[in-house]
């Protein structure tokens, strides 16, 4: 294995450096095997580490050099991105003079790392992509870690008739974003056979998630509301939503059971989960252990946070221990690195939001809205800042934006070029109107740029 990975090193620099959408791959589905193979520092681990750095900085130099004619609506990512990796380093560089080891700080730092290179590494492979390919693979990255989730945690609790464990990154995340996306493609496909293969992760990603009895997993089925709406923003309306539903429901009551018996080794270990989760959802939290469990975390997160409040104690503290709370992220992050990281994830949405406002919504933005919403409720049952998916999410939201703004960035200016009777800027007016979004003021001066005006 080592020899082969040593023979196709040349290749995949070569890759890496040519090819955008090998930077987004080499980052998004080598992490998810890499990242997802045990907890130490291995070799492969420092080499992917070193291979995400030099995705990010060639794509931060492509999109300097030659940038989208939309890319200046994500520029204040830069300034937003820097002050929290100071913080970042601050926080980390504190840790490790307390006593945290370094090994900690750099299993869990790149994790945080991958949240900052994201808009780089997606715009720059999402500018270059048709968004059919981002949404193929976006589909096949879902479907295998939410299989992978469901692998892991089955066998974690002795509950799994496998012989196989974790064999990629855990995430909760990440088969959510895909699971928005389904849910949107499945219910206003262009055709019959679109809409019905789009049906394959709206039934896979929340058995997968079901099976494993983890009560936590149900938050996925927010992003239901989340890509509700009119169809004006390319979202679902409530009658086709219901409609996907019912088809949803009728084969996951086909499915499920079937899947219990091929892969839970135990059959009343859903049937207690379940009992479990009835007790929770009638009120009886005292009864349930994770919320015991969570509630003595919470405590432990406030004593540690009031010892180091402003830039906590580094990512990496505690890596050994449990901390399912959203205090974990002030606890390591402190209260100015948590505020600043927050800050720039609302730059994040704002700016997609901007974007789809201004060029026309698109799929990825409607998947986006249900996305953020599984990640907002998901924040009771500890940080989603820390789920090993959270950045990859990232980086497809990024691709996916990318390759429809692309897309609808270079139909405007192949009008735009032709048009003679109104000029570039009436040219540009009506076309965005087509598409649902509004003139944009600095699109002008960018198009003459790229049309050689």
């Given amino acids: 294995m080592l020899g082969l990975a040593v023979a196709s090193a040349p290749m995949m620099l070569y890759l890496i450096v040519t090819k955008p959408w090998a930077r987004a791959t080499v980052v998004i589905v080598g992490g998810m095997l890499v990242l997802g193979a045990g907890s130490d520092v291995s070799i492969s681990k420092v080499v992917y580490a070193g291979a995400v750095l030099l995705c990010a900085l060639i794509s931060a130099f492509r999109i300097a050099t030659a940038p989208p004619i939309w890319a200046h609506l994500f520029r204040d990512l830069i300034l937003f991105g820097s002050f929290f990796l100071l913080l970042l380093m601050i926080s980390s560089l504190l840790g490790i003079q307390d006593g945290t080891p370094i090994e900690s700080v750099l299993r869990q730092a790149i994790f945080y790392l991958l949240i900052l290179a994201a808009p780089l590494i997606g715009i720059d492979a999402g500018a270059s992509m048709q968004p059919r390919t981002v949404y193929t693979i976006i589909f096949i990255v879902g479907i295998v870690a939410a299989v992978g989730f469901a692998t892991d945690w089955l066998a974690r609790r002795g509950a799994s008739s496998l012989d196989v464990g974790r064999f990629v990154l855990s995430s909760l995340v990440l088969p959510a974003f895909t699971f928005s996306v389904a849910l949107v493609r499945a219910s206003r496909g262009t055709s019959a056979t679109q809409r019905l293969v789009w049906m394959v992760p709206v039934l896979v990603i929340p058995v997968a998630m079901l099976v494993t009895g983890t009560r936590t997993n149900l938050v996925i089925f927010v992003a239901i509301i989340g890509v509700l709406g009119a169809n004006a923003r390319l979202r679902v309306p409530l009658s086709r939503m219901l409609a996907l539903i019912g088809l949803a429901l009728a084969g996951g009551a086909l499915v499920f059971p079937l899947v219990v018996g091929a892969v839970v080794s135990n059959p009343e270990f859903i049937q207690k989960r379940l009992q479990i989760l009835l007790q929770v959802l009638s009120g009886s939290l005292e009864s349930d252990q994770s919320y015991a469990f969570r509630n003595a975390q919470n405590n432990e997160a406030i004593a540690l946070i009031a010892q180091s409040p402003l830039f906590g104690h580094g990512v990496g503290y505690g890596i050994n221990q449990t901390f399912d709370t959203p205090l974990a992220s002030v606890m390591k992050l402190g209260i100015i690195g948590t505020i600043a990281l927050i800050a720039f994830l609302a730059v994040v949405v704002i700016s997609v939001n901007k974007s789809g406002r201004l060029y026309g919504y698109s799929v990825a933005h409607t998947a986006g809205r249900g996305l953020m919403l599984v990640v907002l409720c998901s924040l009771p049952f500890g940080t989603p800042f820390e ?43 009506t076309t965005l109107k087509a598409v649902g979004a509004k003139p944009d003021r600095k699109y002008g001066v960018a198009a003459q740029r790229v049309l050689g005006g």
């Avoid at 990232?394 to 703004?405: G, R």
């Fill in 387 to 429: 789920d090993r998916g959270f950045g990859f999410a990232l980086v497809l939201v990024f691709t996916a934006v990318a390759a429809e703004l692309n897309s609808k960035g270079m139909a405007t200016a192949m009008i735009a070029s032709v048009s003679t009777a109104d000029g570039l800027g009436a040219a540009h007016s």
